[in-house]
């Protein structure tokens, strides 16, 4: 067996380890997405945001469907719903344009990429990621994440969307959409590996049946705001020393730990023999002793800071940017 669920509240079946895409540009995402269906995968995080759908959408027609290797409902696709879309006539247009470039009739689960809501650029609505002012900083937009929450709701009533989800939801914010839904939220979708545990929210959405999803699972190293002298997951030299007693990789030994926690994890990879490599994690367990040692590791350090400023300024380094918006 090459894959391990989790049961999310709608009966649905999601692989515990899905393909990340995020930064994966066109050129490459299309040969690692035949990598991953290759090698086993069967759960592919995708998002409008990523600019990269219908490259993602070209290796899917090759490779599912009528007549080719695998069935549509063998597979779990997931995609998001960007920033600029979250007003809710502009929410139905958005997922179609998803299912468009993938190239599929319905996706498995669609979340809410951030808890916030970005301007529409009206001379080409939705087609500017980050609207900015002249000063540089962004241009919000007054709609709400509950109504466009009820607005993705109607996606599941008219059978484009299996399931609806967040993303980068804190507490209160996941309660608030609990306490209108309609379509519960079924997962949850935050960053999340040994440097950031989240223990508190993910006891929260699991006591709320809602299923927690990691993403930057192995630490997100080629971020584009990373900077030289920044710990590396991967490199820890603990993380390393448990991956040899194991006989495994730093990633494998990290995959396995979020796959113990029953969390959902979308590891990215461009490269075939990582790909492979990150599905192969069942064969081997942590001992209870090695999954609380790595839960120490947790310094609550978040690697992908919200965009609160314009494009330019994400670039900056990640400690520049603590400094100003998270002390
Ligand atoms: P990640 O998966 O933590 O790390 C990706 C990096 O790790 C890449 O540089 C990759 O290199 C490298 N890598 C992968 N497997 C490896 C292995 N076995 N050995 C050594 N290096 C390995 O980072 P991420 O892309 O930030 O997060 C994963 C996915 O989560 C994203 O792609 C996206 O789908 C999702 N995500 C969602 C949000 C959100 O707001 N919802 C935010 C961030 C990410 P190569 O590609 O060069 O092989």
Known sequence: MSCTYVTLSTGQMIPS????????????????????????????????????????????????????????????????????????????????????HLGVSYLDLYLMHWPMAFETCDFRRGSVMMPSNADGSIRYADTHYRDTWKAMETLVDQGLVKAIGLSNFNARQTDLILSIARHKPVVNQVECHPFLAQQQLLTHCRDRGVAVAAYSPLGSPDRPWASPGEPVLMGDPRIKEIAR????????????????????????????????????????????EDMKLIESFNRNERLIIPTVEASATIFLTSNTLKKKYLQ
């Open 245 to 288: 007693q194991y006989g495994k990789t730093a990633a494998q030994v990290i995959i396995r730990w979020h796959v113990q926690r029953g969390i959902i994890c979308i590891p990215k990879s461009i490269t075939p023999s990582r790909i492979q490599q990150n599905l192969q994690v069942l064969d081997f367990q942590l001992t209870d």
């Open 17 to 100: 380890v899905g393909l990340g895409t995020w930064k994966s540009v066109p050129a490459q995402v299309k040969q690692a997405v035949l990598a991953a269906l290759d090698n086993g995968y069967r759960h592919i995080d995708c998002a409008a945001a990523y600019s990269n759908e219908e490259n993602v959408g070209e290796a899917l027609r090759e490779r599912v469907g009528p007549g080719k290797s695998l069935k549509r409902e063998e597979l779990f696709l997931t995609s998001k719903l960007w920033n600029t879309e979250h007003h809710p006539d502009d929410v139905e247009a958005a997922c179609r344009r998803s299912l468009t």
